[in-house]
């Protein structure tokens, strides 16, 4: 079992940047694929962009494609999720999640364990 604990969100204007966090205790992470999840107020949760256990294989919606980038450190036992270029409408609640696979999925049904999120408000 494996639990996640991000970290990294705050309160931003428009334009800025932040890194999230994504840090494993218990087993370790490189056993694991790893996606990142946002939920807005009233809204499903989404998925955002996602690693595979060995790193090498990326994936991300088209809407944050250029803007944000999924990495890990394996050997921190840390993924974490690069923001840039921060809109208004990123505004949610980010989750990460480990999927006991080599490959991610973009469903939040095939992940295995969650963190407890960290609120990301941007500002216009």
């Known amino acids: 079992q494996v639990q996640l604990v991000e970290s990294g969100g705050g309160l931003v204007q428009a334009g800025a940047s932040l890194r999230l966090s994504c840090a494993a205790s218990?087993?370790?992470?490189?056993?694991?694929?790893v996606g990142w999840f946002r939920q807005a107020p009233g809204d499903e949760r989404d998925f955002v962009a996602a690693?595979?256990?060995?790193?090498?294989?990326?994936y991300y919606t088209d809407s944050m494609k250029g803007r944000f980038t999924v990495s890990r450190d394996n050997a921190k036992n840390t993924v974490y999720l690069q923001m840039n270029s921060l809109k208004p409408e990123d505004t949610a609640v980010y989750y990460c999640?480990?999927?006991?696979?080599?490959?991610?999925?973009?469903?939040?049904?095939?992940?295995?364990?969650w963190g407890q999120g960290t609120q990301v408000t941007v500002s216009s």
């Open positions: 690693i595979s256990k060995n790193g090498y294989s990326t």
């Open positions: 218990g087993r370790t992470l490189s056993s694991y694929a």
């Open positions: 999640a480990a999927r006991n696979f080599r490959l991610p999925s973009y469903s939040k049904s095939e992940y295995d364990y």
